[in-house]
């Protein structure tokens, strides 16, 4: 059991569709991540959020929204997404060192199982 | 910039085999250093780590020894089984930064 969880764990949507994707953790860390894992790459980080707020935002496209209402709860809102967004899109969480002005030490992060993603 | 290599898959092997899986990095800074594990239908999990120069990770009879002077961190288990089978990456951190970077993955497939 990793202590993150994510719904659905498979979605279908239209290029037309607006849909989100949940991530929620139990670890009680402060800091969430999304990543999108596509077949033969990197995994691509798309978004850090530290104590709710967003940290980093690897240049993704802003029809990928995401939202961080409290430090258990991660959401990324999708909208007019195209056929090259499928994959997999993996939440994350750690525990990171910080002082009040940047992060010291980023350590083990803790995956979800993932939401497959298919955009017809 | 920095960067993590690993070698392509899939890796094939007989049960009780000796794994090796190579990874090299490229980092400024102060990097530490992790294999991940991805079985089927599931999330990354963390394998092991190393924090910094020479010291030794290990796990599950998985080990791997962070070398500053050839920047590699290869992993290596003496007798795979069955149940090894699965996706392995090699990522590191950058202390002071977000920066967390991941290698492309390898796949092993293990043989009864």
């Known amino acids: 059991e990793t202590g993150v969880t994510q719904t659905p764990r498979h979605l279908v949507m239209g290029m037309t569709n607006k849909k989100s994707l949940k991530c929620e953790q139990h670890?009680?860390?402060?800091?969430m991540y999304w990543y999108k894992q596509s077949a033969k790459k990197p995994l691509e980080l798309m978004f850090v959020?530290?104590?709710?707020?967003?940290?980093e935002n690897n240049s993704v496209p802003s029809r990928f929204s995401p939202e961080c209402p409290n430090s258990s709860h991660l959401f990324l809102h999708l909208h007019t997404l195209q056929p090259e967004d499928s994959a997999l899109y993996l939440c994350?969480?750690?525990?990171?060192?910080?002082?009040?002005?940047?992060?010291?030490?980023?350590?083990?992060?803790?995956f979800g199982p993932g939401t497959r993603l298919t955009v017809l | 910039g920095d960067s993590v290599t690993q070698m392509e898959g899939p890796v094939t092997l007989s049960e009780e085999a000796f794994l090796t899986i190579n990874c090299t990095y490229t980092?400024?800074?102060?990097?530490?250093l992790f294999w991940y594990v991805q079985y089927p239908g599931e999330g990354l999990q963390l394998l092991l780590k190393?924090?910094?120069?020479?010291d030794k990770g290990s796990n599950k009879g998985f080990e791997a020894t962070y070398r500053k002077e050839t920047t590699s961190f290869h992993l290596e288990k003496g007798s795979v089984q069955v149940s090894d089978s699965a996706v392995y990456f090699c990522a590191l951190s950058i202390s002071g930064t977000y920066k967390y970077i991941f290698g492309t993955g390898t796949r092993l497939k293990v043989l009864a």
């Open positions: 994350a969480s750690s525990q990171d060192l910080t002082s009040e002005i940047w992060v010291l030490h980023t350590d083990t992060q803790y």
């Open positions: 190393a924090t910094k120069a020479d």
């Open positions: 980092a400024t800074g102060y990097p530490s």
């Open positions: 670890l009680g860390h402060n800091a």
């Open positions: 959020y530290n104590f709710k707020e967003q940290t």
